[in-house]
């Protein structure tokens, strides 16, 4: 079952607050590698160094968790990321990610070697396990997606061809990645080949600190599905979850200076160590109990953005190289660790209201704009009708003269209104023809002069056109957005019913403003007659 760790709380809305996990892992002396300076204790948690560096003071730091040179991968996921890992499968979602400078092992840290594996292929190997022995309690569906950030943009390792692509945020998911492969697999081995080609399409280069360095940071996530499950402290009310497990193995910070490197791998160095700032930004804010994460700043936080105050258990591996050479990037990583433990993140269990009911919240908003526009349109067909029985009383007044329509007070640019859609952009501009139309009669003066009002009736018909665009432009987002909310085509079909509606009453409305027209007589005999369309569509004169 799952629970809380010693460094949880639970806020005023039942969420626990649960600090971020910090694990130092220490790597060996390698080849060129002469002399130690930082030394990792494991029974106390301290990690310190005996001498200083280009005028630094010795320094030393405690924390948590604390793996000296000699510790295994296997023996650290079974003390450190078991937990974070098996709580997938009791709807947690949950994150692990190596952080350190180039070579300090990350990658061998993350995925391994067939003779030593990494986190990821033990975390499989696990939750494999784990989901065959509750097979009889809740019944599990997972899915692999694995991505790259290489120079800022985003690659799908499983696909070779899906190369630049965006993300947007789920409901279900968090960040995720539009247009990346997610392939269904149904046990280990499935995964583990998916992980191997993933990795064979992963981009490294042969640097002077590294003969096998990589060049992006990588993604590996499960997402799972979980249905029918019972006994289970989080599930939702219908038995039905969905969670996700993130592996992001980190491209190491490096120094221009120190590894010269030229070229393409020049560029490479600078979107790496830029990404990793914005990280620590993002981190360091965190930290303080700021309001604004700037967490958009680069594709790599907003991947993290759960796994970094959201609602994820998040693991961070800090790696770090024990040499004299080495001895400031170790520290600015040490205190990146420092900084990552004063992090919260919101854990909660799924809910119903998260998971299994209702449309989304952004579905929600364009149905009640929906709503709101169709009663728009009400308002603006009664205003019509009620012009109409003006113009009718205005036409049977005997000998109207018309006069000249001052155009230049029907030109809307002082008092547009914001949105077509309030209902008072045409009504206002039928109100100024008629007041024109009236106060001419009653001046008898400019006697057939029919210009100006070609001239406002093309105006009418400009802002009927743009009423027509704006609505078909609110029809187009909500369908949009059903559809990409929305995968069930009976449950489009329902959510559709109110467009057809408004579209139906807004046809109405224009078919019934194209047939409104004022006759308009200019004396007795009615020797001559003008028919005028308020829709602005045509002006006839007959003698």
């Known amino acids: 079952t799952w629970g809380f760790a010693s460094n949880s709380k639970m806020d005023a809305k039942g969420r626990q607050n649960e600090a971020v996990d910090v694990c130092v892992r220490v790597r060996p002396l390698i080849r060129g590698e002469e002399k130690t300076v930082w030394i990792a204790d494991e029974s106390t948690g301290l990690i310190y160094s005996d001498q200083g560096g280009k005028g630094i003071v010795p320094q030393a730091f405690e924390f948590a968790g604390v793996e000296g040179p000699k510790a295994r991968t296997m023996a650290i996921y079974e003390r450190r990321c078991k937990r974070v890992v098996l709580s997938c499968l009791e709807g947690i979602n949950g994150t692990i990610f190596t952080y350190g ?143 996700s497990l993130n592996f992001v193995d980190l491209a190491g910070s490096e120094r221009l200076a120190e590894l010269s490197p030229r070229g393409e791998t020049s560029s490479e160095t600078r979107h790496i160590n830029r990404s990793l700032f914005v990280l620590t930004n993002v981190i360091k804010k965190l930290a303080e109990g700021k309001r604004h994460i700037p967490y958009r700043d680069s594709k790599l936080t907003r991947l993290l953005s759960s796994a970094l105050g959201g609602n994820s258990r998040t693991l961070v591996i800090a790696t770090v190289a024990p040499a004299q050479k080495d001895f400031a990037q170790t520290l600015s990583t040490l205190r990146f660790a420092v900084r990552a433990r004063a992090v919260k993140n919101h854990v909660e269990p799924p809910t119903p209201a998260e998971r299994d009911t209702g449309p989304s919240e952004e579905l929600s908003r364009v149905l009640e704009q929906l709503k709101r526009s169709e009663s728009n349109l009400e308002t603006l067909r009664h205003e019509n009708d009620e012009l109409k029985s003006e113009i009718a009383r205005a036409t049977r007044t005997s000998f109207l003269e018309l006069g000249t329509i001052d155009t230049r007070r029907l030109t809307l640019g002082e008092e547009k209104p914001a949105a077509v859609s309030d209902g008072c952009l045409l009504q206002g501009v039928k109100d100024a023809i008629l007041q024109q139309v009236l106060s001419s009669a009653r001046g008898k003066e400019n006697r057939g002069d029919d210009e100006d009002l070609k001239r406002a009736l093309a105006i009418l018909g400009d802002c009927e056109r743009q009423y027509r665009c704006e609505l078909a432009e609110l029809q187009n987002k909500c369908i949009n957005t059903v559809q990409a909310q929305l995968g069930d085509k009976l449950t489009l079909k329902k959510f559709l019913e109110p467009l057809k509606e408004i579209q139906v009453k807004n046809e109405r409305f224009l078919e019934s403003n194209r047939r409104t027209s004022c006759l308009l007589y200019t004396s007795d005999a009615a020797d001559d007659l003008l028919c005028v369309d308020l829709g602005g569509r045509r002006i006839i004169k007959k003698k």
């Not at 190997?125 to 019944?139: G, L, N, V």
């Not at 997606?145 to 190369?163: F, H, K, M, T």
């Not at 979980?226 to 038995?239: E, F, H, K, M």
């Open 101 to 243: 400078q180039t070579a300090s092992g990350k990658t061998h840290t993350m995925v391994g070697t067939p003779e030593s594996p990494g986190l990821l292929p033990c975390a499989l190997r696990d939750i494999f396990r784990r989901a065959q022995d509750q097979s009889d309690r809740c019944t599990y569906q997972f899915w692999i997606s694995y991505v790259e950030i290489y120079n800022e943009a985003v690659n799908d390792l499983l696909c070779p061809n899906g190369d630049n692509l965006r993300l947007q945020d789920d409901a279900r998911f968090g960040t995720t990645v539009v247009g990346a492969k997610i392939q269904q697999v149904w046990n280990f081995e499935q995964a583990t080949i998916l992980l191997r080609f993933g990795e064979d399409n992963r981009r490294y280069r042969d640097t002077q600190a590294n003969e096998r360095s990589s060049r992006s940071h990588a993604l590996f996530r499960l997402m799972v599905e979980a249905t029918g499950c019972i006994d289970l402290p989080t599930r939702s009310a219908s038995g039905r979850f969905f969670s």
